[in-house]
Structures are given as structure tokens and as C-alpha cells.
């Protein structure tokens, strides 16, 4: 195998290898920015209709379905809603209050929404056995861990990054590593030559008998 061949084998492992973890990666970012922008559009709908029917929690949760929301989601675009009425030119004062109550009861009702199962039924089963007068005392703790995973999930992100990047410079490495042992040879292979060339000219001849 020549040296240009190998090289090309290096770089057509490095485009597999990319390609194969972009087909796996690609999907997960945009069902996250699609789903972003179905909660945006569902807090804006609940803004422009806080003007002519303010909803109540079954109806928003009803519309919510429409966009493929959950109570998290709900939770996120209230809080979002509640900084845009506040940051708004005109600020409502019931507007504000009504976001900042819905957020609020999303929080208290589904305080465990958006960590792991297994931590959640956990957490639920505390929850239980405390009662409904004493359930306050965890959401500290769910917030706490809330926090947890969100910085998890994204030294998860950031590090499957540094991953590939590690490995592309790796295989950069291992190519330079062949042509640091492959090329003083083929750079050696001339010289040979030429050395026993020279050899040839210099031998000296026989000299005849008399």
C-alpha cells in the first residue's frame, strides 16, 4: 500500500466515523429545537389568548396536547411567559401574577418532573409517606437535584463532543505516527541506490597478468 493509498484510508475511516456519530447525534438536536419552538409558540398562545379567555389549568393542559407537551414543558413556557410580561413595555400586573401562578402550581403539583424515573419514584414514595402537609419540605431537595441533572445532561453533551474530537485527533495521530515510520524508509530507498551506483564506478579493475 502506498503512502497517498493510506492516507486515503485515514481520512475515509475519519468521514465514516464522523458521519456515523452526526446520523446519531442529528436527530437529538432537532427534535430539542423543534420541541423549543412548539413551546414558544404554545406560550405565545397562551398570551394572546390571556387577553380574551383566561385559561384555566384543564384547558391549558388540554392545548398543551396539541403541541406535544408535557408539564415540564408547561412549567418552561410559563416561566418564559412571566419574564416577557415582565420585560414588556407595558407591564400587566395580572398578566404577570396569572404566569407566575402557573408556574408556581406546575411546580408544586409535578415538583419531581424531568429527573430520572428511578429518582422520581423515589421521591414520590417520600412524598406519600409524608402527606400532602408536609410534601413542601421536598421541593428544596427536588430542586436540588432538578439542578443536578440539568448540569449532567449537559457536561453529557459536552463531553460526547470532546469524545469525538478526541478521537479525530487520535486518528490525525496514528497517521502521522505511519508517516513518521513509513517515510525514512522510502526517503532511504534512493540513497541506496545511488550509493551502490557509486560503488560500481569506483570498484577497481583487474589488472592483467605480464
Same mark, same amino acid.
Do not use: C
Given at each position: 500500500m #502506498? @503512502?497517498?493509498?493510506?492516507?486515503?484510508?485515514? /481520512?475515509?475511516?475519519?468521514?465514516?466515523?464522523?458521519? +456515523?456519530?452526526?446520523? @446519531?447525534?442529528?436527530?437529538?438536536?432537532? $427534535? +430539542?429545537?423543534?420541541?423549543?419552538?412548539r413551546? !414558544?409558540?404554545f +406560550?405565545?398562545?397562551?398570551?394572546?389568548?390571556? &387577553?380574551k !379567555?383566561?385559561l384555566n389549568?384543564?384547558q391549558?393542559?388540554v /392545548?398543551?396536547?396539541? %403541541?406535544?407537551l408535557n #408539564?415540564?414543558?408547561i412549567q /418552561?413556557?410559563?416561566r418564559?411567559?412571566?419574564? &416577557?410580561?415582565? *420585560?414588556?413595555?407595558?407591564?400587566?400586573?395580572?398578566?404577570?401574577?396569572y404566569?407566575q401562578?402557573?408556574?408556581?402550581?406546575?411546580?408544586? $403539583?409535578?415538583?419531581?418532573?424531568g429527573?430520572?424515573?428511578d429518582?422520581?419514584?423515589?421521591?414520590?414514595r417520600v412524598?406519600? *409517606?409524608?402527606?400532602?402537609?408536609?410534601?413542601?419540605m /421536598?421541593?428544596?431537595?427536588?430542586s436540588?437535584l432538578? $439542578?443536578l441533572? $440539568?448540569?449532567?445532561?449537559?457536561?453529557?453533551?459536552?463531553?460526547? @463532543?470532546? *469524545?469525538?474530537? *478526541?478521537?479525530?485527533?487520535?486518528?490525525a495521530s496514528?497517521?502521522?505516527?505511519? %508517516?513518521? %515510520? %513509513?517515510?525514512?524508509?522510502?526517503?532511504?530507498s534512493?540513497?541506496s541506490?545511488? !550509493? #551502490?551506483?557509486?560503488?560500481k564506478?569506483?570498484?577497481?579493475?583487474?589488472?592483467?597478468? +605480464?
Amino acid at each position: 500500500m #502506498s @503512502w497517498n493509498e493510506f492516507m486515503a484510508l485515514v /481520512l475515509l475511516i475519519e468521514i465514516m466515523v464522523v458521519i +456515523g456519530m452526526l446520523i @446519531w447525534a442529528i436527530p437529538t438536536i432537532i $427534535d +430539542g429545537i423543534i420541541k423549543a419552538k412548539r413551546r !414558544n409558540r404554545f +406560550g405565545k398562545e397562551v398570551s394572546r389568548l390571556f &387577553e380574551k !379567555n383566561k385559561l384555566n389549568r384543564i384547558q391549558i393542559e388540554v /392545548l398543551a396536547k396539541e %403541541y406535544f407537551l408535557n #408539564s415540564k414543558d408547561i412549567q /418552561l413556557a410559563a416561566r418564559r411567559e412571566f419574564k &416577557e410580561s415582565l *420585560s414588556a413595555d407595558d407591564p400587566t400586573k395580572e398578566k404577570t401574577d396569572y404566569f407566575q401562578e402557573l408556574y408556581q402550581d406546575y411546580e408544586r $403539583d409535578e415538583p419531581f418532573e424531568g429527573l430520572p424515573s428511578d429518582v422520581r419514584l423515589h421521591l414520590e414514595r417520600v412524598r406519600e *409517606s409524608l402527606g400532602k402537609d408536609k410534601d413542601h419540605m /421536598l421541593q428544596p431537595l427536588a430542586s436540588q437535584l432538578q $439542578d443536578l441533572n $440539568d448540569e449532567n445532561v449537559r457536561k453529557h453533551k459536552k463531553m460526547w @463532543w470532546v *469524545s469525538v474530537a *478526541s478521537l479525530m485527533i487520535g486518528v490525525a495521530s496514528l497517521a502521522f505516527a505511519a %508517516y513518521a %515510520y %513509513y517515510k525514512p524508509s522510502a526517503n532511504q530507498s534512493p540513497i541506496s541506490v545511488e !550509493n #551502490s551506483e557509486h560503488n560500481k564506478q569506483i570498484q577497481p579493475t583487474a589488472k592483467s597478468g +605480464g
